[in-house]
């Protein structure tokens, strides 16, 4: 069965980096893509990055291109995402998601979420 | 980047009663367009992907159509646990990757 645990969400004051993480069980992790989806309060789905299965491209949404950076440790079976420079808006449930061989973005499986607080 | 709008926004409907949503692409995103249903508290959960194909698990009442620009959502025969939030997204022309902006579907 697909497990996906995201954690280290929080609360956090505008300017500020919080660093997520999503460990992955149930299948071959280095085999599939990744991604992030975000759901700010009241709002609908927003993706938010994704990462092919080696780690060898990466995508971004223009509303966090530049500060925010995804990664995997494959030898974990672990996503993260690193979120600086933090504001009002990026608050929401961050979900992980499996996305699918190479680049065919299939979420297929998520994770329950970890929430994210900024504000001052 | 592809607009996806979805109607109607809230579908106020009985148990039994069949719910038809749609999600109207801005351009052709071929048959590229997957179906979610998020309840809150819980993961959201893959019901179609690529227009008509249903995931895992996910019972025969739920099917998709449409190609292109159209596409429909049919839930036959509510259940109560089909109350939910459903989006439709697209991965035919990206990134970004988008979402509609989801159809409510709520107990009459």
């Known amino acids: 069965e697909v497990q996906l645990l995201e954690s280290g969400g929080g609360f956090v004051q505008p300017g500020g980096s919080l660093r997520l993480s999503c460990a992955a069980s149930?299948?071959?992790?280095?085999?599939?893509?990744m991604s992030w989806v975000r759901q700010a309060p009241g709002k609908g789905l927003e993706w938010v990055s994704a990462?092919?299965?080696?780690?060898?491209?990466?995508f971004y949404a223009d509303s966090v291109k530049g500060h925010f950076t995804i990664s995997r440790d494959n030898s974990r079976n672990t996503l993260f995402l690193q979120m600086n420079s933090l504001r009002a808006e990026d608050t929401a449930l961050y979900y992980c998601?499996?996305?699918?061989?190479?680049?065919?973005?299939?979420?297929?499986?998520w994770g329950q979420g970890t929430l994210v607080t900024v504000s001052s | 980047e592809v607009v996806l709008t979805q109607s109607p926004v809230t579908l106020s409907l009985s148990p039994g009663d069949t719910a038809t949503l749609s999600c109207r692409a801005s351009q052709s995103v071929n048959s590229y367009l997957a179906w979610f249903q998020v309840k809150p508290g819980q993961a959201p959960r893959l019901l179609i992907y690529d227009a008509s194909n249903r995931a895992t698990g996910i019972p025969a009442r739920f099917s998709g159509s449409g190609s292109g620009t159209d596409f429909t959502l049919t839930i036959s025969s509510l259940e109560p646990e089909d109350f939910a939030v459903y989006y439709c997204q697209q991965r035919y022309n990206w990134p970004p990757l988008t979402f509609g902006g989801g159809t409510k579907v709520e107990i009459k």
């Open positions: 998601t499996k996305a699918g061989v190479d680049t065919n973005m299939i979420f297929d499986s």
């Open positions: 149930g299948f071959t992790f280095t085999n599939y893509a």
């Open positions: 990462i092919t299965g080696r780690g060898d491209r990466i």
